[in-house]
């Protein structure tokens, strides 16, 4: 386990500072440190390469027994770059080069520099990767690398990217061989091209889906390609140390913006497919997220990287100060949370963002896990003794493994390429995806967040919610059939698959649920009020509903809800499964307006589906702002079950199923308590009382 902090983004901190903060950073119970090797910094010259400062630091982290992982920054890139690779600036969507400048967030260096689609960029890029690689591959202290930071390629474009003329050939090469030639792409585009220079991309949202959708699903796959590249380099350079990439948010929460086509900074699962594993930046406080937000981003990053390395890249380490705007500081317990909630979910490295308090720009003054935002103390505090528990545990927490997930919730791409086509963002989708997780998290059901195109897992899942899936293609929708089939449920919301890849509408009875469950929405009607109940097993749900209803035209199946004009949620047997389909929209709805009965309604169907709990909460009762948090996995024969206590409450009582803990004992390594557990005619109980860090880690055979 990497327990870190980055510390260097040259030139800062400045030298004077080096071996004490090292020595420090040592006591402070970790043991790693992440170095940015900025391109632009090592290779201020042409061809000059200029290494002291990195040897000096790998240097000194050694002497202090402290590992580094090296981040390779080639994003940043030398001001030289268009001068010595001419015309190799990227071009926006009106045309015009692009003029790069300083990032906001580092103190030398171009962004976003010259198109990696030009084969002179990448010649450089390459040439300066390799001598990073050469260079340290042999220090005795290299844990590993970080070869992509934030997956960042087209910040600070000021427009949307790129129609370079090698961006350009690079589309429509992926056309080609996606539709094996102009012919097959007329055919699937419904058009009459007569040469590939007419194939532009589109240019702005609200237009034709088919080439913007087409554009965006090129630009996902560009970086997962280019993450590859970089990837397969440092590889054939270094086979042994690991090598991961990291994004600032998992995939399926880039919905784009006006700069930003939708997931255009790369899939995740494809760069779990490729590379050693994936990462994920986090900033709670300064993103106002809560311990759900925190746990949904780090379950949707190893829902990615499976069995590969999970890596929290960078945690927030002190109070984030963006300009002159102060968020709120960091408090040492709610670190310790997020450190050991990424344990949980099974995470191989936590490094913090960052060691000092920066010093220019906007972050002036934040971030620092010894930074003046008052709380630096107590965090120094609980770090050395999370260190010394990761020390003492090391063998425990390098073989644990989180619980298999059986509830799977869909992740479609191509649906987020054809909202931002449409609306300039893929936030309904995203938001859409997130009600479902958050839900989940909060009744503590392990979940697996499953991508169109990494259908192989659906055979592990009973069931598989599909939020807002608009758009579907053959292959997934043969895959979702076949799970159905053979025992799954499927929980389909209004509209899906109502589009194909190429961003045609179907109709209703076109669609491939239709076929399957011989029934068919009747078409939009409009939402006159923002709820409607639902009957299952005797049970009444309130639901929240967004944007419109698609009530059914037949009359089929086990009706579970009514419109005006037809059923609204209707169950069909299909094979050995079934197939629940909701006329509405209610995962967005539920993450803009709580209510308990989504939350009831979700554990419901779960439950139909087959799934029941290892560990249920007893009391206290969940309520909107305060829940237990759990979570649970093994590690080898041991049962390791981490239990988040809300702050209201100090008391869990907990129903373990039969033979959970064979001993009927456990131990909190956290605050070192021994728990019994009662033999009851259900299980196994418990009543737990928060310790102090308002955590515990049951560990027991
Ligand atoms: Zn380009």
């Known amino acids: ?47 000059e390469f200029v290494f002291e400062d990195y040897d000096r630091l790998i240097e000194i982290a050694d002497q202090k027994g402290l590992g580094v992982i090296l981040s390779t920054i080639a994003e940043i890139q030398p001001y030289w770059i268009s001068r010595v690779v001419p015309d190799s600036e990227l071009i926006d969507h009106l045309g015009r080069k692009v003029i790069s400048t300083n990032r906001d967030e580092c103190n030398f260096g171009l962004t976003p520099g010259g198109c990696t689609d030009h084969p002179g960029v990448w010649d450089r890029m390459k040439s300066f990767l390799t001598e990073v690689v050469t260079r340290y591959r042999s220090v005795p202290n290299l844990r590993g690398w970080d070869a992509w930071n934030e997956l960042r390629w087209n910040v600070q474009a000021d427009g ?48 034709t889906y088919t080439e913007m959708m087409a554009f965006q699903h090129f630009l996902t796959w560009r970086a997962n390609q280019h993450g590859k590249t970089r990837y397969d380099l440092m590889k054939s350079l270094d086979p042994d140390s690991p090598i991961t990439v990291h994004a600032c948010f998992p995939s399926p929460q880039a919905e784009g913006d006006s700069y930003d086509h939708a997931v255009n900074r790369g899939n995740d699962w494809f760069f779990a497919d490729n590379l050693d594993g994936i990462g994920c930046s986090s900033f709670p406080k300064w993103w106002g997220q809560d311990d759900t937000s925190f746990s949904i981003r780090v379950d949707s990053v190893k829902s990615a990287a499976g069995d590969k390395l999970l890596w929290l890249s960078e945690v927030q380490g002190g109070r984030s100060n963006i300009g002159f705007d ?38 002036s003054s934040g971030f620092g896990i010894t930074g003046n935002d008052g709380f630096a103390l107590e965090r120094l505090v609980a770090m050395k003794m999370t260190g010394r528990l990761i020390e003492e545990y090391s063998e425990l927490i390098s073989n644990y493994r989180p619980e298999k997930p059986e509830v799977g919730v869909m992740f479609s791409p ?93 109709y209703p009875e076109e669609r491939f649920i239709s076929r399957l469950s011989g029934i068919r929405e009747i078409g939009r009607r409009s939402l006159t009020k923002d709820y409607f109940w639902t009957k299952i097993d005797g049970k009444k749900f309130n639901l929240g509903a967004t944007q419109w209803l698609t009530p059914y035209w037949k009359d089929k199946g086990q009706v579970l809800a009514n419109a005006k004009e037809g059923p609204l949620m209707v169950e069909i047997p299909v094979g050995k499964g079934k197939l629940t389909l909701c006329g509405a929209y209610l995962g967005d709805a539920y993450l803009h307006n709580w209510t308990a009965d989504f939350e009831n309604f979700v554990e419901t169907m779960i439950r139909r589906a087959g799934w029941q709990p290892e560990i249920q909460l007893i009391s206290p009762r969940l309520t909107k702002d305060s829940y237990v948090y759990i979570k649970s996995g093994q590690s080898g024969e041991k049962r390791v079950v981490f239990i988040f206590f809300p702050p209201d409450h100090d008391k869990a009582h907990l129903r373990f199923k039969a033979n959970f803990f064979s001993g009927m004992h456990a131990m909190d390594i956290i605050s070192g308590k021994e728990i019994d557990f009662l033999e009851s005619k259900s299980g196994q109980e418990c009543t737990l009382s928060a310790p102090k860090w308002r955590f515990s880690v049951l560990v027991g055979d």
């Open 414 to 506: 191509q649906s987020y390429y054809l909202y931002w086509a449409q609306e300039g963002n893929a936030r309904r989708p995203a938001q859409a995806l997130e009600g479902y997780t958050r839900s989940l998290a909060r009744k503590s059901i392990p979940y697996l967040i499953v991508e169109e195109e990494h259908l192989n897992v659906l055979s592990e899942l009973k069931i598989l919610f599909l939020p807002r899936t608009i758009v579907t293609d053959i292959t997934t929708e043969k895959a979702l059939e076949i799970f159905v089939k053979e025992g799954g449920t499927l929980v389909c919301e209004s509209e899906c698959g109502a589009f194909g890849p190429q961003g045609f509408y179907r």
């Open 160 to 207: 949307l990217v790129c129609f370079c003329p090698h961006t350009l050939a690079a589309f429509r090469n992926w056309l080609d061989r996606k539709y094996g030639g102009l012919e097959g792409l007329n055919e699937a585009w419904k058009r009459r091209y007569g040469c590939w220079e007419d194939v532009m991309p589109g240019k702005l949202p609200g237009r």
């Open 326 to 363: 102060m968020s709120k500081p960091v408090d040492a317990l709610s670190q310790q949370r997020w450190l050991w909630n990424g344990i949980a979910c099974g995470a191989d490295a936590v490094l913090f963002w960052c060691w000092r308090d920066e010093v220019f720009g906007k972050e």
């Open 1 to 47: 386990m990497k327990l870190g902090t980055q510390y260097y983004r040259p030139p800062f901190p400045e030298k004077k500072y080096w071996e004490e903060d090292f020595a420090h950073i040592k006591d402070s119970g970790l043991n790693t440190v992440q170095l940015w090797v900025l391109w632009a910094w090592v290779e201020s010259k042409p061809g």
